[in-house]
């Protein structure tokens, strides 16, 4: 019989806060206290005279006020156990429908300036991406771009337009260094797929893999969860390295004539990698074919509790019960049922002496009004408010996160401003025109959303509305147009030359503000509230969209401290 009974249990059962054991202590001291007590008892009680005996003790039942005693012990014993944390179980979590999303890392190094591969590395990288997308993969994409420092062109969104749209302006001109940091592009991508514990699948164009690569691409393959597709935009006979104005060829320290070409060992090397596929390049579009059927048919992964790490269930409320059952029998004034919900509480792990009283969300109110931004931020349970929390603390990354699951208008337009703050323009375009989907009447969100959309665009149009305020009457008297380097009206057409110069500003009678042309955007973004004119005159904006992308860049570089890596190449 015995050797047939289930030892899982048994196997299983241990305690999760073994440290409230030490609580015993103490009761035994009591209980030791307690028994010498009444052998005290029985003595004084001999050396009363008989016949004063019922006037001097009070008449009851000894052997029922043990056994409350020693029923108020025991529970004791099961709270100090509840205490303690037993468990004997595993949670059972339902598991998660996630999206895989995909990342698109282009080389932006001037290499890819070579046209051994006609029209040019760079152009036919740029048209297989834009056959990638065509096949219509179905996951979120992103693109990074990377040269001596990595930068992200656009977030993770299901709008291909964008994509296409701003694939046609990058060269290794928008790049604030030279270089080409193979690790940094591949750094960024992961950084972006961190969101989601989806695996990921990581998309390279690149015309240099070393060895260096490969080390560690071997190394990303077995630590991150994604899936990596190589386009080696090369070729084995190579190239020279055209630069500057009229192409010369790059050379060496010793003058010698540089030469890129494929590296078709180390790609051997790659493809034997688990996780690791190279894709040569085809004529037609069956080898981006291959990769989006492949993200199509591994596009949702369900996360299974059984792949989570070990999480116990506290059993500690099946001892937590008979003690205040037993307890309630000596209730007085309160104190017991204080008592109960204190060590009631203290089963969950998750939980404060706070919680009891005050929700999170009134907590995360409390920090926000001492100033404590991202305190509040992590305690705030409403998205709305956690965004709000952490935009305040200027944790946007955390911010972005919690308005996106805010679906209302409020939540979009903040959604937007976070964006903007981050320096994703686009997405704060997105989210701002989401906003007026959801609430024409908002008219901060179309203000915001036609600026974010000349910065995203790089148009060189003004918004009709963002030129001066509506409910102003009176017209700006402007000076006339005489100087080359006023590219704002005169149907001029704007040179390089014009484009380094600084801008000359117009004179006007309003009380408009003037939006200066800037290499750094302004931190007041906001354009007030709803209803309210932001009195803004936005002056014209760059011809050449590839402008904004290199500001962009370089933003990114001061705002980060990003420095290119001594070890890379530098082409």
């Not at 117009?506 to 931190?523: A, Q, S, V, Y």
Request: proline share 4%; hydrophobic share 35%.
């Amino acid at each position: 019989m015995i050797e047939n009974l289930n030892t899982s249990v048994f196997e299983d059962l241990h305690l999760l806060r073994p440290q409230f054991l030490w609580l015993l202590i103490p009761i035994v001291v009591i209980v030791v206290l307690f028994v010498f007590s009444r052998k005290e008892e029985v003595k004084w009680k001999k050396q009363i005279p008989s016949h004063l005996q019922p006037f001097m003790i009070e008449k009851g039942n000894q052997t029922k006020l043990i056994v409350w005693k020693c029923l108020l012990y025991v529970s004791f014993v099961l709270a100090v156990l509840g205490l303690s944390g037993p468990t004997w179980s595993k949670i059972e979590i339902p598991g998660k429908t996630l999206e895989t999303p995909m990342v698109i890392v282009l080389d932006l190094s001037q290499s890819m300036m070579a046209t051994d591969i006609q029209p040019s590395r760079l152009e036919r990288a740029k048209f297989k991406i834009t056959d990638l997308l065509k096949e219509k993969p179905g996951a979120r994409v992103a693109l990074v771009g990377y040269s001596g420092t990595a930068h992200v062109i656009l977030p993770l969104t299901n709008d291909y337009s964008l994509i296409d749209s701003h694939i046609n302006q990058l060269t290794p001109n928008v790049m604030p260094f030279y270089g080409s940091d193979l690790h940094a592009g591949i750094e960024k991508a992961i950084e972006l797929t961190s969101v989601t514990e989806a695996p990921a699948t990581v998309v390279v164009f690149s015309d240099d893999f070393s060895e260096d690569n490969f080390e560690y691409l071997t190394k990303m393959s077995q630590t991150v969860n994604s899936t990596f597709e190589i386009f080696p935009v090369n070729t084995i006979t190579g190239s020279s390295i055209p630069y500057g104005r009229y192409h010369r060829e790059m050379r060496d320290d010793k003058g010698e004539i540089i030469i890129s070409k494929l590296n078709e060992n180390v790609l051997q090397k790659l493809n034997s990698l688990q996780n690791v596929r190279v894709n040569y390049l085809t004529l037609d579009n069956s080898d981006v074919e291959l990769v989006a059927k492949s993200i199509r048919d591994h596009l949702k992964f369900t996360d299974r509790a059984e792949e989570k790490e070990d999480d116990w269930q506290d059993q500690g409320i099946y001892f937590i019960i008979p003690f205040a059952v037993i307890l309630l029998f000596y209730f007085r004034k309160g104190m017991v049922l204080f008592l109960f919900l204190i060590v009631l509480n203290s089963c969950s792990k998750d939980q404060k002496f706070k919680d009891l009283w005050l929700t999170k969300d009134y907590q995360g109110q409390l920090e926000l009004d001492k100033g404590n931004y991202e305190q509040a931020g992590e305690v705030f349970q409403d998205a709305l408010r956690k965004g709000i929390g952490f935009y305040k603390a200027g944790n946007y990354d955390e911010a972005i996160r919690a308005f996106s699951k805010d679906t209302t208008a409020q939540g979009m337009y903040n959604l937007g401003l976070s964006y903007y703050k981050n320096g994703d323009y686009a997405a704060a375009a997105l989210a701002f025109g989401r906003t007026v989907e959801i609430d024409p009447n908002m008219e901060a969100a179309k203000s915001n959303l036609k600026v974010a959309q000349h910065l995203s665009a790089g148009t060189s149009e003004t918004p009709e509305d963002a030129t001066a305020d509506k409910g102003n009457k009176e017209r700006a008297q402007n000076e006339e147009n005489k100087s080359p380097e006023d590219l704002s009206g005169g149907g001029q057409e704007a040179t390089e030359k014009d484009m380094q110069k600084k801008r000359l500003e117009e004179t006007t009678n309003t009380d408009i503000r003037k939006g200066k042309e800037l290499d750094e955007l302004p931190d007041d973004f906001e354009l007030g509230k709803p209803g309210e004119s932001p009195k803004i005159m936005m002056q014209k904006v760059d011809d050449d969209p590839s402008l904004f992308l290199k500001r962009k860049f370089k933003h990114q570089v001061k705002k980060e401290g990003l420095k290119p890596n001594g070890k890379m190449n530098k082409w």
